[in-house]
């Protein structure tokens, strides 16, 4: 008699996947028996944190080097998403990186980089990945925003709220079809982010600062209840809704923490 033939693993692919919060979902995926696609920038970082996760978990991991500025990029992202012969049953659209100057201090071609990331890239991988997904029935995406998304944090807050009014009409548009997503808000975590945008993190009190496993956590009790946005940990949930309170003048006085 044949044994039957293994069950092929799932497949999650993961933006922004070799460092910070995306480096979490990765590992956490791949720990759950998921095959990964990495998809970053560095194609030498790529490398090692794929070697690194299949040695520990023994799951395949394919990586794609793409700045998802570049539309020929991003294009080659899309299509790996939408490859029927390939299903990917994971989307985390995590990418993304902040500017630490006022938005007339920063060149324009960094402001439309960063909304290139933050807004184009989720629109069309998201788009890529909902159609497979919702024919089959199945599959989630992880959409990681930001509390800025409820702040006047300039144009990056504004795009982190077009993330988070997407994912909720997204969720209540495609779930009925299988599809599960979740769009999480983080604030600030321990990560290489506000290194990269030359920001100390003595700029914002301790006790705001959340660790990758926390957000991790949150986001996957989140898509496991079927909630389509969470903010990780009471203390941040507090400050949402006590934003919602605050006039928005004195809100924006408050818009330097984190940046300098």
Avoid at 53 to 76: F, M, N
Avoid at 158 to 164: D, F, M, S
Wanted: charged residues 20%; proline residues 5%; aromatic residues 6%.
């Amino acid at each position: 008699m044949n044994a039957p033939a293994s069950t092929p693993r799932p497949v999650a692919l993961v933006t922004g996947g070799t460092a910070g919060i995306g480096a979490g979902y990765a590992e956490r995926l791949a720990a759950r028996g998921f095959d990964l696609v990495l998809v970053a920038r560095d194609a030498d970082r790529l490398a090692e944190v794929a070697g690194s996760i299949r040695e520990r978990h023994g799951v395949a991991v394919e990586t794609i080097a793409a700045d998802l500025v570049d539309r020929a990029d991003l294009d080659r992202v899309a299509a790996r998403l939408a490859d029927p012969g390939r299903p990917v049953e994971w989307l985390v659209n995590n990418a993304g990186f902040g500017l630490k100057g006022r938005f007339l201090d920063n060149d324009v071609e960094a402001e439309q980089a960063m909304l290139d990331v933050l807004v184009t890239a989720v629109l069309r991988l998201t788009h890529a990945a909902l159609g497979p997904m919702a024919e089959r029935g199945s599959g989630t995406v992880v959409n990681v925003s930001s509390v800025a998304a409820f702040l006047p944090r300039g144009t990056y807050g504004a795009a982190k709220a077009w993330v988070n009014r997407f994912g909720l009409w997204a969720a209540q548009e495609y779930g009925p079809s299988g599809v599960r997503i979740t769009t999480v808000c983080p604030g600030f975590v321990r990560t290489e982010f506000h290194g990269r945008m030359g920001v100390e993190r003595a700029s914002a009190p301790k006790a705001l600062w959340l660790e990758v496993d926390d957000v991790v956590d949150a986001t996957f009790d989140a898509v496991e209840a079927g909630r389509a946005l969470v903010v990780p940990s009471r203390r941040y949930q507090v400050l949402v809704g006590a934003a919602r309170l605050v006039p928005s003048g004195l809100l924006q006085r408050a818009q330097r923490l984190g940046r300098q």
